[in-house]
Nanobody, 128 residues
Framework: QVQLVESGGGLVQAGASLRLSCAASIRTFGSHIMAWFRQAPGKEREFVAAIGTGGRKSRYSDSVQGRYTISRDDNKRQVYLSMNRLKPEDTANYFC?????????????????????WGQGTQVTVSS
């Protein structure tokens, strides 16, 4: 059974940094596109960042481009999200997700519906 477990969230002040981790119990982890999404109260789940197999390709939302960095360690079956210069509007529950389908073509989707596996989320709160 596939399991994704996020960690690293917390309460920080604006301008601070955080690093989220996602541990995956996916035997073929290296063959999955891994992504981070976030959801604030009353809002839809939105794409944050994703990384292709082997780390050869990545994609970011406009709102985090230049501040966030996604990375992966296939040996440890983990994906990370380094978040810098955090803003109050970054406050949300952050979810890790995995897509095994589009990995072959290295096509990174920003749609939640294209991701098969999800974690429970980790809360990030940025105070002003």
């Amino acid at each position: 059974q596939v399991q994704l477990v996020e960690s690293g969230g917390g309460l920080v002040q604006a301008g601070a940094s955080l690093r989220l981790s996602c541990a995956a119990s996916i035997r073929t982890f290296g063959s999955h596109i891994m992504a981070w999404f976030r959801q604030a109260p009353g809002k839809e789940r939105e794409f944050v960042a994703a990384i292709g197999t082997g780390g050869r390709k990545s994609r970011y939302s406009d709102s985090v481009q230049g501040r966030y960095t996604i990375s992966r360690d296939d040996n440890k079956r983990q994906v990370y999200l380094s978040m810098n210069r955090l803003k109050p509007e970054d406050t949300a529950n952050y979810f890790c997700a995995a897509d095994p389908v589009r990995a072959i073509l290295q096509t990174i989707s920003t749609l939640p519906s294209d991701y098969d596996y999800w974690g429970q989320g980790t809360q990030v709160t940025v105070s002003s």
